[in-house]
């Protein structure tokens, strides 16, 4: 059997390269996204597909609120048609924020999941909105150095 550890190093080079050109059209990360949010980059709407509870339990700034379910039927109502769309979820446990990405590519929409969801903005220590209003807990230094904006990746 080989091992599949050490593919051919030309052949794998160029399945890498697409690959991983791939991912990064349709994924985005929280750092990249609150990088955009900061430098008010226009043509984007961040949409957070979870339900009502997990929204008013917090949400990123500036993000709509349309839960999975309801995206065909009210998309066009809430999002323009050439804006681009970055979903989310809870987390990298939850493919919530893939499946709402799914459901904007069917109506035609530009559309980015973004990784790491709503645990990775909180753990990063990105300000978050709640009904109270903003709020902001200490960078995890498990996932962010506990100084910095990012992880300068």
Partial sequence: M???ATPNAATQNTAAVSHFAERLRFETDVSDVHAALEAGAPGYVVVDSRGP?????GHLPGA???PTAEIAARAAEVVPANMQVVTYCWGPGCNGATRAALEFAKLGYQV???????EYWVREGFTFETATGS???PADELTAPR?????DC
């Fill in 2 to 4: 080989p091992n599949t």
């Fill in 53 to 57: 509870q997990a929204w008013a339990q």
């Fill in 64 to 66: 709509v609120h349309l």
């Fill in 112 to 118: 980015k999941e973004m990784l790491g969801g709503y």
């Fill in 135 to 137: 709020d902001r807990r």
């Fill in 147 to 151: 100084w910095a904006v990012s992880c």
